[in-house]
């Protein structure tokens, strides 16, 4: 039924190639009835102004005019550091990432908070509701490939003081965080764009580093979590990755952890899901083990198929539609929060927003360089060479 797929709808947040409305995302907006975006770097182009009016309002009033109920849920990488979606000289400020601000010292807290906070603020204004940060990774193997610099530090409690400050920022500028990679991506020497890792962590191992940044967070109510692809076998008892594992999900992040709030995916195109389970199974999967929203990056067709599985699934009863409909109410909810509903929204384009951009950019500007000076660390001076 048309009912059913608007709610399927729901689950999905999607990205795609292009920087303005083509006929693909039309057809996943108005046909797919998919109700949450993913904007990479790819999809911002010119200035600020030129990005908002190309990426993230149209698709929103096409979102409208296509009979969507709520306006569409706009979220974005943007971790600060490596991972900068929005970053550019003619858009979003480069802020340092997570690591650089913990080498900040006695300002590491409070800079954590100010630069988030500034970050979150230059999202709201073009549009763009949720971003999938603070990375909470315990960067525990050196030798990591993929997390690195974008965790605050190979400290567990060090890590949870400052995601907790991120959370803080990014609250106040009114973003939504995600906090990335359940249950820990930091002690792994495989990236999973690439491959599946594999932590052979029993639960209590997990508890006394993988978890403690996580626990934090949940408990200062952090609204979302995105589960990462590492497979966890003392914990599932296979191969499975813990985005398609309800022992991670359900029992560990849900019941154990106790987390009420929003659970993402990472990204199903990802080889540690898609070499080995499929995309359009693993968004059955990750549904089956209580996530609430499946992302897929970049694939048009691969999003259509992993719809219409899901689809397929509740029909034939794979998945539980009541189950389904409990979840909707967590992404309402979180919609509700984070971006209103039509009659709060403004779209603007004149001179005001523009004087609005410019004054934050410059003070965003001065935040950032006394940060990344603040972030300047010594790491070995043998020979007492310092100061000059």
């Not at 990774?137 to 190979?154: A, E, L, Q, T, Y």
């Not at 907790?164 to 106040?172: D, Q």
Request: glycine share 8%; aromatic share 6%.
């Amino acid at each position: 039924s048309d009912d059913l797929k608007r709610q399927i709808g729901q689950h999905f947040v999607l990205g795609f190639h292009s920087y303005h409305l083509d006929d693909n995302v039309k057809a996943l907006i108005r046909d797919y009835h998919v109700a949450n975006i993913i904007l990479m770097k790819r999809n911002i182009q010119g200035n600020i102004l030129t990005a908002i009016w190309i990426a993230s309002w149209p698709m929103t009033l096409f979102a409208k005019e296509s009979g969507h109920q709520v306006p569409l849920l706009i979220g974005i990488d943007q971790e600060n550091g490596l991972v900068s979606a929005f970053s550019s000289p003619s858009t979003g400020t480069q802020f340092p990432g997570a690591m650089a601000l913990a080498a900040c010292g006695d300002e590491a807290v409070c800079m954590t908070e100010r630069v988030y906070q500034a970050a979150a603020q230059e999202l709201r204004l073009a549009g763009i509701h949720w971003t999938y940060a603070p990375v909470a990774d315990v960067n525990s193997d050196s030798k990591n490939p993929v997390i690195g610099v974008r965790s605050f530090g190979d400290d567990p409690y060090r890590v949870a003081t400052l995601t907790a400050a991120a959370l803080r920022g990014l609250e106040a500028g009114g973003i939504a965080a995600c906090a990335k990679h359940f249950p820990g991506h930091g002690d792994t020497a495989i990236d999973s764009h690439l491959a599946l890792p594999e932590i052979t962590k029993s639960e209590e191992e997990l508890k006394q580093t993988e978890l403690v940044p996580f626990k934090t967070l949940i408990a200062a109510g952090v609204p979302s979590v995105m589960t990462g692809h590492m497979a966890l076998p003392r914990l599932t008892g296979n191969d499975t990755p813990s985005s398609l594992s309800r022992a991670v999900t359900t029992g560990l992040l849900r019941q154990n952890l106790g987390f009420s709030g929003l659970v993402v995916t990472d990204c199903l195109e990802m080889n540690a899901v898609a070499m080995g389970w499929g995309i359009e199974e693993g968004a059955v999967r990750a549904l089956q083990a209580d996530a609430d929203v499946v992302m897929i990056c970049h694939t048009f067709e691969r999003q259509k198929e992993a719809i219409d599985n899901v689809y397929n699934a509740i029909l034939r009863d794979r998945l539980d539609h009541d189950a389904l409909l409990k979840s909707g109410t967590r992404i309402a909810a979180f919609k509700e929060r984070y971006v209103g509903r039509w009659e709060s929204l403004s779209f603007t384009h004149d001179s005001t927003l523009k004087a609005r951009w410019d004054e934050l950019k410059a003070s965003n500007l001065t935040l950032s360089d006394d940060a990344y000076r603040r972030s300047i660390t010594v790491v070995k001076d043998k020979h007492h060479l310092l100061p000059l």
